[in-house]
Structure formats: structure tokens, C-alpha cells
């Protein structure tokens, strides 16, 4: 079981890296975050959908088609957990060689003049301090990979047990 949560935990963090690195240097490519934020979720449930695979091969290959709700969730979580640590390295090994300027680039689109000017001070205030919290937090390593797991994880926990709740099946 070790080997599989490991394999099918890596082969989803390197997918979900990998997503994530393109999309970014596309974003950075037109100078422009539309459609990143679904872009990149998409990706995030593309590549936690090898989770789903990765517990369903063990619970028919090697359980005689039986799992229950725990293990298959412990399974997938671990999996998410490896998948996910993974996606917060590339990040930082991209956000720190190749893209340091990001919060910059992202506070000046979403402060843009075409994009505030349909808005309420109220709103735009917002985005201005969300973008004073995230250039917080992106000040130390840390930081960063503290906003980046907070990003995908909860998606892991999702398919981690939305994947359980499928996939679970008792003894007949």
C-alpha cells in the first residue's frame, strides 16, 4: 500500500506542478490572470483525479475489491499530502527563479484601472488589502509556502473524500 500512495502520490504532484508552472509563465506570456484561477483549480482536480486511480487500483488488485471509508481515505489524503507538497515546491522553486515579481504583477492586475473601474470603493479597498496580505505573506519562504498550501490542500481534502465515498465497499 506504501509503494502505491507513494507512486500515485508523486506521479499527481508532478502533474499538478507541471500544470501549474505552464499556466503561470502563459500568464505571464499575455500579462493577464484571466481565467487563471479556473484554469488552475481545473488542473488541480485533473491531477488529484490519478488519486481516484491510485485507490481504486489498490482496492481491486491488491484487496480483493474491498475497501473501507477510512483506509481509502487515508490513502487518498496521503496522496493529496505528497501531490500537494509537491505543487508548494515547484511553486517555490519557480516564484523565487523565475517569477519573483508575481505579486506585483498580480496586485497591478487586480488593481487595474479596467478592472476597478465598475467597482465600489468598498470592493476595490478589498482587493487592496488582500493584495497587502498576500505581499505579507510572500515576504518569507514560509509565508509562501503557507499560501500555497492553503491553496490546494483543501482540493485534496475534497477528492480525498469525495474519492472514499466512491470508492468504498464492504466485504460480501
Known amino acids: 500500500m506504501k509503494k502505491l500512495v507513494i507512486v500515485y502520490g ?25 481565467g487563471s484561477m479556473f484554469l488552475g483549480y481545473t488542473a488541480m482536480l485533473l491531477s488529484f483525479s490519478i488519486i481516484f486511480v491510485g485507490v ?22 496521503y496522496m493529496a499530502l505528497i501531490a500537494s507538497t509537491l505543487y508548494v515546491a515547484g511553486w517555490m522553486i519557480a516564484y523565487y527563479n523565475f517569477f519573483p515579481d508575481f505579486i506585483e504583477k498580480l496586485a497591478a492586475y487586480q488593481l487595474s484601472p ?6 465600489r470603493p468598498a470592493e ?11 505581499k ?16 490546494i490542500l483543501p482540493v485534496g481534502i475534497l477528492v480525498s473524500l469525495i474519492t472514499a465515498l466512491i470508492l468504498k465497499k464492504r466485504a460480501s
Not at 59 to 64: E, G, I, L, M, V
Not at 124 to 134: K, Y
Open 10 to 34: 508523486l506521479i499527481s504532484g508532478i502533474c499538478v506542478a507541471s500544470f501549474m508552472s505552464f499556466s503561470i509563465a502563459f500568464c505571464y506570456s499575455k500579462n493577464s490572470f484571466d
Open 136 to 151: 505579507d505573506w510572500y515576504s518569507s519562504p514560509v509565508g509562501v509556502a503557507g499560501a500555497t498550501y492553503m491553496e
Open 114 to 119: 479596467s478592472r476597478i473601474s465598475q467597482m
Open 56 to 77: 481504486k487500483n489498490y482496492r481491486d488488485k491488491h484487496n480483493n475489491g474491498v475497501i473501507s471509508f477510512g483506509r481509502a481515505f487515508l490513502m487518498s489524503l
Open 124 to 134: 476595490v479597498a478589498a482587493i487592496r488589502g488582500q493584495m497587502e496580505t498576500f
